[in-house]
T-cell receptor, first 118, second 112 residues
């Protein structure tokens, strides 16, 4: 059983749809992350939230909109996606001691949400 | 910019044997952390082992150990007594501040 839960596990959406991916962590962590895993490419960091504040946006297109209402929940809102956005989206969390750099703390991952854009 | 290179796309090993997965990285930082993650068919990334760059002693977790060569920027993973359940993708990762940077992974197949 994982301490990071992602829903839905599988999502198929059209290019004009609006959908959201949800992530919840039960580990008491303060930092949360979205990663994208495409075939034959390294995992790409998308967003980082530390104490609900976004600290990293890795040049992600605006059709991906993250939301972090509290330290336990993270959403990724999807709108007008492209077929090349089809991928596995991984949520993760880690402990951070303060609002500074998170350095060194182990990052724990969820099982991912498979997204297919048609 | 930091980069992580895994030069072995695929590896195979017979059950009970030992296998070593390679990883090199490039950074100008002196303080950082290195990780090996395992991703089985379920796709969940599972931490295998963690190494602090300021520690000279190689990290060990049961059958998993690393050979950390800081000067060479090398961080290989050795799996001893391989088990069928070790079959998975293995990712080497580098971290400083809040960014975890992954290599492209090595697919390990353990044969009976």
């Amino acid at each position: 059983e994982t301490g990071v839960t992602q829903t839905p596990r599988h999502l198929v959406m059209g290019m004009t749809n609006k959908k959201s991916l949800k992530c919840e962590q039960h580990l008491g962590h303060n930092a949360m992350y979205w990663y994208k895993q495409s075939a034959k490419k390294p995992l790409e960091l998308m967003f980082v939230y530390n104490f609900k504040e976004q600290t990293e946006n890795n040049s992600v297109p605006s059709r991906f909109s993250p939301e972090c209402p509290n330290s336990s929940h993270l959403f990724l809102h999807l709108h007008t996606l492209q077929p090349e956005d089809s991928a596995l989206y991984l949520c993760a969390s880690s402990q951070s001691m303060d609002r500074g750099p998170i350095s060194g703390n182990t990052i724990y991952f969820g099982e991912g949400s498979w997204l297919t854009v048609v | 910019a930091q980069t992580v290179t895994q030069s072995q796309p695929e590896m195979s090993v017979q059950e009970a044997e030992t296998v070593t997965l390679s990883c090199t990285y490039d950074t100008s930082e002196n303080n950082y952390y290195l990780f090996w993650y395992k991703q089985p068919p379920s796709r969940q990334m599972i931490l295998v082992i963690r190494q602090e760059a300021y520690k000279q002693q190689n990290a060990t977790e049961n059958r998993f150990s690393v050979n950390f060569q800081k000067a060479a920027k090398s961080f290989s993973l050795k799996i001893s007594d391989s088990q069928l359940g070790d079959t998975a993708m293995y990712f080497c990762a580098f971290m400083n501040t809040d960014k975890l940077i992954f290599g492209t992974g090595t697919r390990l197949q353990v044969f009976p």
